[in-house]
């Protein structure tokens, strides 16, 4: 029986009702206004780590470490700074990842 293959993606985007992070090994490399298109290069967001995710209930909410999914909101690290809820994960387009600064 074979293992199954390890997901080998570093880019990610989260997209939010206004906005889409863009996102390598869990540190957001981009910021992106969705109405306009434009990168946002001084957004307070812009290179802090996703430290988990805060999941919404009817009775308040939860911080998990975990990566957001759909419906959770980026809990940006070490800042306290919380995203609105997260409309869908994409995988980024080539074209756009090459425009993404190196940081590491």
Known sequence: MTEPAR????????VTRNTEYHVRRN?????RDRKTGAFDPYHAALFRKIG????????????????P?????????????????????ERPPRDL???YPIVE
């Open 97 to 99: 990842v090459v425009l």
């Open 7 to 14: 997901d080998r993606r570093i880019h990610r985007v989260y």
């Open 52 to 67: 988990g995710a805060i999941g919404f209930h009817e009775h308040g909410f939860t911080a998990e470490r975990d990566l």
């Open 27 to 31: 540190r957001i490399v981009a910021v």
């Open 69 to 89: 999914g759909v419906g959770e909101a980026l809990l940006l690290e070490g800042t306290g700074t919380v995203t609105s809820p997260v409309v869908s994960v």
